[in-house]
């Protein structure tokens, strides 16, 4: 919105700077950051008084978690709202990019709501049907993602991209939108399966972001593909804004959500957030590059995959509980220890995955 300033500049005044993405995505990052801080002891006093009991525990989860029974839950909507508020204060309006990603991440968001309010209300840890949520999922992502190839530039709509590999593309056809549904959808479960400890979810989930931003940024802007030999996407620069307006959001949630958590971020914060990954990285063509920049993710899912299919063949287990972070609870690990060691991983792996728009 504030974008539209630029038209009272001469080129020479305060307000040039709103023609510069970088001091938008600032800007972005601060009002988020700031919304986060003011509102969000109001919103958990709120949400304490309307749920009374909080979020269900699991019966068979780690027995340090009963201490956690009264907090409460849905805390991803103050990261929805102070994402709102900063993405549409600082981005332009008229891209479509920015409107697919927040079409994904709010519609992710009223499912995980709903969600999170059928287990408050009924006092269990059974919400709406995963073959509900997987539907109304693939849906919303399919949509999200025949607009986003249809904007594409014309040589690389419905094509692609492979990291490393200089000018390799593979034509998907229109098996393309059924990939970008799988990688939308997945990311979205992947990090509602992450999701378990006190700050375990945001904060990959504020790295994978500022990783996929630089990502927008560089493959928005032709004198960097040129210099890096990557594929340019017009309009991707704008989704910066919005990957800085979630980091500034994620971290006033965390303020709160740091253990011991006063609230947590529910269905409602994890499926919004990773549905927003999934988005971010099919519109910048980087589908391939999301699975390492959030492999922590991808672990968390597999980890319940594999316990499943093993324990269907078998009836054994290969882990002691899954997703694997509750492994390492029963293993006797403190849950700051592996929150901390999972950040790092994190870390770790979105370095790796900026790395590739170097290597070619």
Partial sequence: MLYWLTGLSDGGDLFNLFRYITFRAGGAF????????????PLINVLRRRQGKGQP???DGPAGHFAKAGTPTMGGLLILSALLTATLLWARLDNVFVWVVLFVTFSFGIIGFIDDYAKVSKQTTAGVPARVRLGLGFVISGIAAYVAASVHPEGLQYQLALPVFKDTLINLGYF???????????????????DGLDGLAIMPVMIAAGALGVIAYAVGRVDFTEYLDVHYVPGTGEILIFCSALFGGGLGFLWYNAPPAAVFMGDTGSLSLGGALGAIAVVTKHEIVLAIVGGLFVVEALSVIIQVLYFKRTGKRVFLMAPIHHHFEKKGWAEPQIVIRFWIISLILAMIGLATLKIR
């Fill in 30 to 41: 601060f009002t988020a950051l700031v919304f986060g801080f003011m509102f969000g002891r």
């Fill in 57 to 59: 525990i699991r019966d």
């Fill in 176 to 194: 393309f939108v059924p990939f970008a549904m799988i990688v939308i959808v997945g990311s979205a479960n992947a990090v509602n399966l992450t």
